[in-house]
């Protein structure tokens, strides 16, 4: 139960939804006043009444029960107090009794979200650029899940262009000049690929065999076929360590080349409409009337382009999967491609062009001034971060607790863990710039803290037996009610980051809580207490873990029993 909805349910004010009231509700300054607040300001230019005679009404609309104890109009404020002991009890038993169900819902039966994701591209690297639409992508795909959604996850692979001609010129060349056996097969490949723009100022001519080898592979060419899955299938090798690491999956990996038969029926569309129109030779949809630019979809030589592919492919995903919401979890620098196609998409007279969302998220740099442009030839690889941070936590917990066991598995959880959450930490909007000291800071607001929160949690958990039936009402303390109501807070937490499709709102409330969490455990004892007092205790220490393990899950990061 969250006590803000609870009391919200119980007000009727015209024109207003309950979730439009609860978020008006608001934790008095002064606990002297009550629990919560309903300032009745906000609601007097609507209701045409002075605040106090707005609060006097609403109160007369509550009445007392179990879990409300009063409630008291002040000052144009309707003061609510509850019976927090009662209140906490009940909750206690919701999530308990809820388990792992606690959080989940079914308000998505029988709705698809599409969501396209990490669409990384073949032959090149997963760089640190990478990390926000993959996890971004990974932990809204779990959080539709878990409200009942069917959730289609795709990775739209760039596995088309002529780099691909260039690629197979290179490795004819060069290939055997590097390792392409091993764990190295990008760093690789990107060797003799920089080394065939080197070598093609000198001699254009293999320029023309790339061409020539890029047509080979469109006309489905065996050996240029063969050459160009290869590439896939080693670039996907080594993508799927770091989306296992990650915990990220995929339904489908259709990826640009997937669409190349699908465009020519798109294109006659488009032009028996009256929409694609000829300039200089390319073909484009004019979109002056909505303040774009044009979107070019072939080029004079024929060549169709991005756009081209990502309309099929939004048609053929509507198609196949009949999706209520479509979502593509990329790079804000994408808004204009995005806001085109969606528009194109509109003029051909699909509808459903409204269920289409662009999920913008900012860029991702290191605090060492170390950019991901792929352009200067500074990469940063998303797996040597990520490495990296494995490593640095396994000093930290070495040095912390020497005789932990299996250090090696905690160090990885902890790791990883830590990049996650510090790319799911804000608003996806906000340029994010990457410290290693500070995500794998254990005392700030950080995965590992949230993690050792949990590996606290379980060793008082096992400290004691758990007697649900025994737990009492008497002396709760303060601490154990604030805890108690941001708990009682995740349900719906969970459908705020999806409405808004906002992960940070879960990475926000698993760091409250652990903050909830660590103040109580100062704050309240909980051994030796009188049987009742420790028994609810335990049960709000078992709560939390409930939460804390949920919400991470969510975002895709695992907990650790001890740390
Ligand atoms: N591969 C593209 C890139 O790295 C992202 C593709 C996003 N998805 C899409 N349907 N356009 O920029």
């Known amino acids: 139960m969250d006590y803000r909805t609870y009391i919200a349910e119980k007000i009727n004010v015209e024109g207003m939804s309950a979730g439009e009231i609860r978020e008006l509700l608001m934790t008095p300054p002064d606990p002297k006043m009550g629990d919560f607040c309903l300032p009745c300001f906000k609601l ?92 971004l992508g990974g932990a809204l795909y779990r959080i539709f899940k878990s409200l009942g959604y069917r959730t289609v996850g795709i990775n739209h692979l760039g596995d088309y262009g002529t ?4 690629l197979i010129v290179a490795l004819k060349r060069w290939g055997d000049t590097v390792d392409l056996s091993g764990k190295d097969f990008i760093r690789n490949i990107q060797k003799i690929y920089v080394r065939f723009h080197q070598e093609a100022e000198k001699d254009p001519a293999l320029e023309d065999e790339a ?31 770091i989306y296992e690491l990650l915990d990220v999956h995929f339904d489908s990996y259709n990826g640009e080349s997937f669409y190349n038969d699908k465009m020519a029926p798109v294109l006659k569309t488009l032009e028996e409409k009256g929409l694609l129109v000829e300039s200089q030779g390319a073909k484009i949809v004019d979109l002056s009337a909505y303040d774009m630019p044009p979107c070019l979809l072939v080029k004079a030589d024929g060549a169709s382009l991005y756009a081209t592919r990502d309309i099929a492919a939004a048609i053929y995903r509507k198609q196949t999967y009949d999706f209520d919401k479509c979502l593509y979890v990329v790079a804000y620098q994408q808004n204009l491609h995005f806001k085109q196609l969606f528009k194109v998409l509109e003029l051909m007279g699909y509808d459903w062009a409204k269920d289409l969302e662009h999920i913008a998220f900012g860029m991702v740099s290191l605090e060492d001034g170390q950019s991901m442009s792929t352009r200067k030839g500074v990469v ?61 800071n254990f005392d700030g607001e950080t995965g590992p803290y949230v993690q050792y929160t949990y590996a606290r949690c379980n060793s008082v958990a096992g400290r004691a037996a758990f007697e649900p039936e025994k737990v009492t009402a008497e002396e709760l303390k303060e ?20 409405e808004r499709r906002e992960p940070f709102y879960i990475t926000r409330l698993v760091t409250e809580v652990a903050k909830a969490y660590n103040k109580f455990y100062y704050e309240c004892r909980i051994l030796g207490e009188a049987e009742g007092v420790m028994q609810r205790r335990l049960g709000l220490t078992r709560a939390a873990m409930q939460v804390l393990r949920s919400g991470l899950a969510l975002l895709g990061i695992r907990t650790v029993d001890k740390m």
């Not at 388990?99 to 079914?106: A, E, I, L, N």
């Open 44 to 135: 007097a230019k609507t209701l045409r009444k002075p605040p106090q005679a707005i609060a006097e009404s609403l109160c007369g609309q509550i009445a007392a029960d179990r879990v409300i104890a009063s409630c008291e109009a002040v000052s144009g404020y309707l003061n609510v107090r509850l019976n927090k002991a009662e209140a906490v009890k009940d909750l206690l038993n919701e999530i308990l009794s809820a388990g792992d169900d606690y959080g989940k819902s079914d308000i998505g039966k029988g709705k698809t979200v599409c969501i396209d994701y990490s669409s990384i591209n073949i032959a090149k690297p997963f760089h640190i650029g990478h990390l926000s639409t993959t996890v």
């Open 163 to 166: 780099q691909f001609g260039k």
């Open 479 to 498: 601490e154990e009610f604030a805890l108690a109501s941001l708990l009682g807070t995740f349900p719906q937490i969970v459908q705020d980051a999806a």
């Open 380 to 440: 940063v690889y998303l797996e040597d971060v990520i490495n990296k941070c494995i490593e640095k936590a396994l000093g930290i917990i070495a040095e912390k607790n020497p005789d932990l066991e299996n250090k090696e598995e905690v160090a990885k959880q902890v790791g990883v863990g830590a990049v996650i959450f510090s790319a799911l930490q804000s608003s996806r909007i906000k340029d994010i710039v990457f410290s290693y000291d500070r995500v794998l």
């Open 211 to 241: 061409r020539m080898w890029f047509k080979k592979i469109e006309d489905h060419d065996p050996e240029a076929t063969k050459i160009f899955e290869w590439l896939k299938a080693e670039t996907l090798k080594e993508a799927d360590k």
